[in-house]
């Protein structure tokens, strides 16, 4: 049987390439996705999720992730969640329970230290050099002080048939204490029906949530979309139609698999994102919006890889 998966940014390669090994040799869905989401947060460079995450206003880091599994629609989430290595293996662990199965702030962080998840600071000192820095920049400036913000979002489909989605990340940089952004709502960071297909997102929060884009998505290969078709069909007149009504748009990138194993994205933004399948090895593409409502994917280039490589590993000023 076919499997495959697809996760969002260059920062989910490794965890795709771990996946993929889990579903090549009959693992499930759901431990996979996981699986693929503990390698990024528990990598201290990605400043946008898990350990190494940019905090918050107060230098706090509030993590929000997601886990659901597509047989059974189970759906576990957590909103704010403070010290705990691996939120989405907490959203996991809610996901199990009929009630309570979305927690957030205190109440979270507490289901986790009570159930045995590792404990930890979360914020790094180049994490901490980072805020301090950004506190001395608007301090002089008026910048915009949102940035920072990708979210690791996965969806696997395994052996079996059995689909699960799953996304992580500590939110935007710099937001309020409190802030949850659209990663952990049902329906617009994720969603995921084996026998339909999933979808996540990352991008601006507050935007992605106007419009419920991951359930729209996966609504549409429902009704027989191919998943390249539903995420065209779903994002760009969206961002066209904020445009009009709410007057801007931020930035969204969706990605797609439907129970083939057929993937597809979107995205007003360059957007990296990493896909597997039983039918092609682990590759991480480029997707960025094409003419007339649709996406141009490439491969990655190398030049764009050291470059990258080179801002994630820069040197910071951690005296101040
Ligand atoms: C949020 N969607 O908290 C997340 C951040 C993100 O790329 O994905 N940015 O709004």
Redesign the pocket.
Known sequence: MTWGTIA?WRMAHDGVRKASDLLAQAGRAGDAVEALINVVEAYPYYK?VGYGGLPNEEGVVEM?AAFMDGDTLAQGAVGGIRNVMHAVSVARALSAQHYNSFRVGEGATKFAALNGFEMTNMLTDRAKAQWQHRLAELAAADLDPYDG???V?AITLDRQGSMAAATS?S??FM?KAG?????PLSGS?FYVDSERGGAT??????D?MKGCLAYEIVRRMGDGETPQAACDHAVYPFIETLKRRYGKAG?F?LIAMNPRGDWGVATNVEFTFSVATSAAAPQLLMATPGPAQTTVIAPVTQAWLEAYEQRLKAPIDLSR
């Open positions: 969002t946008s929000d913000h990708d979210t979002g990340t939110g935007l937001k802030r949850v952004g659209d990663s960071g997102a990352t991008g601006l929060g507050e992605i930035e990138s």
